[in-house]
């Protein structure tokens, strides 16, 4: 039988540790640091937004706000941030999870992750793109492809997100042209 939430707070809620983070040579911050408190589960998680389709700032969008379009999906671009380029690709149909994607969207997801991927790596001095799902605060189904730089290896791996938020953004003029590569790789 799983372990609830509440069983996993009583186990852990005394014992948190520290990773060694601090020795990764990827590890944005100095200085000791400690976890915080685990706070208890709580009767019931806060909805989403957009949670069933109701009032989804994401399907209510239109085209114009995004760097590419086909008939069933949509690529946003974010920032400019830290990162060359932050992007979300999203369904144009309000999902909630990937395993509620009919069959021919879930196919045709496989194809957009790769096609994105390549089309971002073409920037150039693209180190890595790594693709991200996280569905806490929006429900409309999206994936974060957060591009790293070349030759950069403190910005490797899951501290990549928040390098993102501690690098200065990218000039604009640099930012519109990574954007404008992508979009042209996506349409070729």
Sequence with gaps: MPETPEELYERVK???RMPPVDEWDTFPFDGEMTP???LPPVEQEKPRQGEGGIECRRCTASDDE???TSERWRLLALGPSGLPV?????????????GDLPDVLAAELGVLLARTERAIRSIG?????????????????HWWFMARPARTPQLIGSFAAIWDDILPPVPQEIWRENVDA???????
Excluded: K, N
Aim: proline share 4%; net charge negative; aromatic share 8%.
């Design 125 to 141: 001095d693209i180190g890595r793109v790594h693709v991200c799902r996280w569905g806490d605060g929006g429900e409309h189904l």
């Design 14 to 16: 005394d014992s948190l």
């Design 66 to 68: 995004y760097i590419w």
């Design 36 to 38: 915080r408190t685990l």
């Design 182 to 188: 992508v979009v042209a790789a996506l349409e070729e």
């Design 86 to 98: 932050v992007v979300m690709l999203e369904p144009r149909a309000h999902f909630g999870e990937p």
